[in-house]
């Protein structure tokens, strides 16, 4: 019997929200510059901790080889994955690596809801159409 990591993420995934019922995912790349490797980390926070439950490794020449075209190309992925294996629509909290158009393009157009944190001095475009700087809004607004 060959061994499939998404099923094992899914069965720990259920397990988690079986006992922390939570919608919310935490998403974080990191970056091992030293060995050329980046980590996709999903995770759910528990008690003000973070309880991964999916993982993917991105080396350099996964990209050079074409295996993706791009980082991005490989956060889409494993977003796709991560949606794959969770029993429900989750709310992604990233941090401001994440606030770039595609992946705010890609999640609204599965229907999921996020959080990600911006810099003070970055523009939004309001409801009503007036453009802000996050730094100029009001706490929680």
Same mark, same amino acid.
């Given at each position: ?102 992946? %705010? ?9 996020? &959080?990600?944190? !911006? /810099? +003070?001095? #970055? %523009? ?9 700087? &996050?730094?100029? !809004? /009001? +706490?929680? #607004?």
């Amino acid at each position: 019997m060959k061994f499939n990591t998404l099923d094992c993420f899914k069965a720990f995934a259920k397990l988690i929200v079986s006992k922390v019922k939570t919608r919310y995912v935490i998403v974080d790349f990191t970056s091992l510059k030293a060995y050329d490797v980046s980590i996709f980390i999903a995770s759910f926070p528990l008690k003000g901790r973070s309880c991964p439950f999916y993982a993917r490794v991105l080396r350099k020449s996964d990209i050079d080889s074409i295996k993706y075209k791009s980082q991005n190309d490989f956060i889409f992925k494993c977003m796709e994955e991560i949606l794959g294996i969770l029993p429900f629509k989750p709310i992604i909290i990233a941090d401001r690596g994440f606030c770039f158009y595609e992946f %705010l393009r890609f999640v609204c157009k599965k229907g999921v809801g996020f &959080v990600i944190r !911006l /810099k +003070k001095d #970055k %523009l939004i475009r309001l409801k009503d159409g007036r453009e802000v700087k &996050v730094g100029g !809004l /009001k +706490k929680g #607004k």
